[in-house]
């Protein structure tokens, strides 16, 4: 699988922007997707995650409420929409595909393929 993640740039604090991801290859459906961002200085941390069938989404605390990811099968895509962005916020963020246990769902290593990152910036 193949993974291009879009959407990112330059917006005020309290503004919202749409990520996408797209995939390539039949077999988006059977990976679930999560979307990941690291800060400069900081480690990968995780942002959110939905099961393959899109019935299950997993959120960081840090985002909950504001944050909501989906996902079409039909259109090999997922999305971040990101609402009441704050400059917290501001990082490179990066879709991930994989098919982590539930335990795992937060790490980064359990997670196959990764797009390239788009730049989030959010201005105060």
């Known amino acids: 699988v193949q993974l291009q993640a879009s959407g990112g740039g330059l917006v005020q604090a309290g503004g919202s922007l749409r990520l996408s991801c797209a995939a390539s290859g039949r077999t988006f459906s059977t990976y679930g997707m999560g979307w990941f961002r690291q800060a400069p200085g900081k480690e990968r941390e995780f942002v959110a995650t939905?099961?393959?069938?899109?019935?299950?989404?997993y959120y960081a605390d840090s985002v909950k409420g504001r944050f909501t990811i989906s996902r079409d099968n039909a259109k090999n895509t997922a999305y971040l929409q990101m609402n009441s962005l704050k400059p917290e916020d501001t990082a490179v963020y990066y879709c991930?595909?994989?098919?982590?246990?539930?335990?795992?769902?937060?790490?980064?290593?359990?997670?196959?393929?990764w797009g390239q990152g788009t730049q989030v910036t959010v201005s105060s």
């Open positions: 939905i099961r393959r069938s899109g019935g299950s989404t």
């Open positions: 991930a595909a994989g098919n982590p246990v539930l335990s795992g769902i937060t790490w980064s290593s359990a997670y196959n393929y």
